[in-house]
């Protein structure tokens, strides 16, 4: 079904690690250059795109063949009210193939999703688990019980649905069981974050497949017992009016220290003038200050240079 918004073609290159704890501000349209005595630092890029598909699905006897692809938000949930089951969970995909193709200088991939709001329950401390999704789905059919539907004659349903999965009422997305990731509600309104550095991994691959991500509460209701309800929690979506707002996958590149077209020795040389430890800011380093230490090697990014750090520089290292 052809897509109706508007999506970034490209994602966005940022030149330094920083946390998102707000909107993201203006897009960058290019790398900015940074140079020592005319020579380019090494540096950890980040670059950034929004969710190219988003949709929420509802277990809800009244919902489960409604699609809600082109809502300003998507949605969380667990709950059992009024004698039924009503489990939400959102579906998000990313267009990983206008990301820079170099795999192995990837340090880190994580997922990035605002939650403003919530209905009924707070649901803040709950456990959100990201798993991948294994059949393709549209954004503008895909419901509780179909990947294809919106009420077409012949609905191209869930494998789960099919297979009665699970069994408070069958659907709700085919996934991989495997657990990519997980991450804790906010007490109030911010950015949840999923490190999926594993399953992005995979995703840029030469043999990857991506078929997006499905988020879901680790401890949905099983079947109705009495009504309780956490959520649902709500989360701007890819159709929301301010695009600093929308779900957005970043992805963390380790960078060429000495400007030469590789990750080698010499710039081996200029990470470990920059090691200071977990929890310690680097120490001026000639020829880096520890602000430019951070610029070129702060991976995770958490304001020091460690041995994770030291990790991220290997995998990009290829001599």
Not at 37 to 66: H, K, M, Q
Not at 118 to 129: E, L
Not at 185 to 192: I, K, Y
Not at 223 to 240: C, E, I, M
Request: charge should be negative.
């Amino acid at each position: 079904m052809e897509k109706r918004k508007t999506m970034n073609a490209l994602p966005t290159p940022r030149v330094a690690p920083r946390r998102h704890t707000a909107g993201r501000g203006a897009l960058a349209t290019a790398m900015l250059g940074l140079a020592l005595c005319g020579t380019p630092l090494a540096r950890a890029e980040i670059w950034s795109a929004t969710a190219a598909a988003d949709n929420w699905l509802s277990s809800c006897a009244s919902g489960s063949s409604v699609n809600n692809g082109d809502d300003t938000e998507i949605r969380v949930r667990a709950a059992a009210l009024w004698g039924d089951v009503k489990n939400f969970r959102s579906l998000l995909r990313f267009d990983v193939a206008a990301f820079p193709a170099d795999a192995r200088r990837i340090s880190s991939v994580r997922l990035h999703v605002y939650y403003y709001t919530y209905h009924w329950d707070d649901p803040a401390g709950r456990t959100y688990r990201v798993h991948p999704v294994i059949s393709e789905w549209d954004e503008l059919g895909s419901t509780w019980r179909a990947r294809r539907d919106c009420h077409e004659p012949d609905p191209v349903y869930w494998q789960s649905y099919l297979d009665g999965v699970p069994e408070y009422r069958p659907g709700g997305g085919d996934y991989d069981a495997d657990i990519a990731a997980e991450a804790t509600v906010p007490a109030g309104e911010d950015w949840m974050t999923w490190d999926i550095t594993t399953l992005a991994g995979q995703w840029f691959s030469p043999q990857g497949v991506n078929r997006g991500l499905l988020i879901r509460d680790a401890e949905e209701i099983q079947q109705y017992v009495d009504d309780v309800s956490w959520g649902p929690a709500q989360f701007h979506s890819a159709d929301y009016h301010d695009a600093d707002f929308h779900p957005y996958l970043e992805v963390i590149y380790i960078g060429d220290g000495d400007g030469d077209g590789d990750v080698d020795l010499d710039d081996h040389t200029v990470l470990f003038a920059c090691l200071a430890g977990p929890g310690v800011p680097p120490a001026p380093s000639p020829p880096l200050t520890p602000e430019q230490c951070l610029t070129a090697f702060d991976a995770e990014p958490d304001g020091d240079v460690d041995l994770r750090d030291v990790l991220a520089f290997q995998k990009a290292f290829g001599g």
